[in-house]
């Protein structure tokens, strides 16, 4: 009797458990997964028994040298090219003022309105300084390291952009006017173009007369500083009502979503900033990987170390300068990636013409990879919100974007036509030197990668 | 438990990994008509023990996979244990000697177990094409095709599975 009753109890159990998986595999419960992977952690074993076999399966050539070097210096330029492109192009700096420069590392999972980033040199910084990239007004900062912070926790900040809904500054329209009407800017104005947005105007002091570019006139102390950077220039649509046109919004002037990697934080002081460390937004370890099991079109591999060495979801990984994937999860003792090619795995970046350093790069956003085309090579939905205005189907290198959580701008991800006029658009990515294949194209791959560590916002 | 059947647990995990590091090595060559060697020796391991066989195959099963899969774990664990409930409901009605019903048992979980992990892949993509770069319907052609590379390699290989060394507490009827 006792017997069946503990049979009926574990059955139950069972059923349950069952079905707590069920809703865990339909939708992501962190808590779960986080259960699960220490649960089946002796899946770290399973690598080890197989390691002979697949270390076979790893077999390169090695790689070009003179290529690889070459790659990475590209990679050191870019990382000063941005470092250009986020001062003042037009305007000066005021007297008095200096630029504290800052790499974005994520966003917020909650506020997508909201930057983290790390300052170069925070001394002075304040709550509501204002944040710029070249000579766009961007937002205010919201949080600055407490003062007994120290080491990386020291300079990390937060930026409130102003496509907050509750950010508001004071515009001018800017021009050879006589008159030039006010208005106050901030949050999103939706646009009737399906997918497209505005900076939403209030106020505005003579709608006739707001044409054009508007700049900053804020009179806050700390916003004042950047008083003449541009805030975006006035996008008109049909008035139904009165007839004629009326303000539909400011079109912004930078990809407020994926372009934004380096930006300048504004304060009154006369001692000059800290230039930025490169390094200082993580760090790589070199990690042994192991084969991947391939469904269908998927692409991915397991790494041979886990969370207990710092490896976290959302890591880049990378072989020398390429990037090659994202850390999907970390079990303590292994981690799974899924390699760019997965279809659906998406990234920023940004496109630099072959050979021209001087230009400045152009930011693409985020593209969402198609898979493999028939001839292995990687195909790349790009919505192209931001027409290229270089030549038709000119060739240029794609580099990842720094502003992702994990990972760090710099990488390269390889070389495509880019297309003019507006997206939506294809992309073909090549890799030089590498023949990808139908999966699995693990095989392309050395026995070791880098993989992004220590690169939370949080720390 | 005795030193034996903790040996035979041991020995099935193993057996686990190296018949999933060789689906990785057959893959290469036999693309979607890759059977799932794992699966294959649940199913018939199952058959042959009926009501005694336990959890723990789904455990090696289910861990093994999650080394070289880029599938959620909830999804992989839920998957292999309806596949392991639907086989254990095959040797209930049928013979363990029926080399028929193990050769459905295992087409019946590997169809079971790869169309669960699809549609929580898709669930949790949003969409079947950021999930496979395909049409639904597609990918669960490649579901069907290698659950029915499974079934034959159970019909053919079943027996051999089973004996495999080291795995004799596992296979002994209730």
Redesign the interface.
Known sequence: MRSVSRSRRTRAL?ALA?LV??G??????PV??RI??VL????????D??GP??AT?GAQDPPDVVLRRREGELALDLAERMSRAAQPQELTLPLGVRAVEAEVLARPTDRPDALQVLLADPRGLQRGSAVVFGDVFLGSLTRIPSARASGRAGHLGEVRLLTSRNARVSGLVGGEKEVSPRLVVGGIQSAARQDHWYLAVHNPQDEGLTRGMVLLDDPDPLLSVANGWQLGRVALEPDPVRGGQRVAGLEPLVDHEAGLARVLVLSRSTEPAVALVPSAAGEWVSVRR?????????V?F?LLAGSLSGLRSGAAVADGQRFVGRV??A?PL?A?V?RIE???CSVNVLAVREGDLEARPFVLGRI?S??LDDEGRRAFAWPGERAWTGNQNEEVQLWTLAGEAGVPGGLLLGQAALPSGDGPHVLTVTVPGVELESP?ASAALPGRLRVFINWEASQ | MRFGAKAAWILC??W???L??????L??SLG?WTPDLGLVLLASLVMRSGYSSS?GLV?CL??????????????L???G??GFLLARSVAHTFDADQMFARAGAAFGAALLMGS??L??GG???G?W??????EALE?LA?VFTSAAATGLCALLLGPVFVHLPGLAPLRRPA
Request: overall charge neutral; some cysteine; charged content about 15%.
């Open positions: 069972e069952l998986l069920l865990g595999s339909l939708s992501t419960i779960l997964d699960l992977l089946l952690s002796p899946a770290r074993v399973a690598l028994l197989a076999g697949l399966l192991g084969m991947l099991l391939a469904d269908g079109q998927r991915g397991p999907i999860r079990a292994n799974m899924r997965d279809p659906g969402v198609l898979g699995p | 995990f193993a686990c990994a190296w999933t590091a060789s689906q990785v090595w893959q290469r979607i959890l455990f289910v861990s093994t996979r999650l080394a070289f899969s880029l599938e959620p774990p909830a999804a664990l839920a998957g244990w309806m669960w992990v549609l929580a669930f949790r993509a969409s094409d950021q999930y496979g770069g395909g990918l490649g």
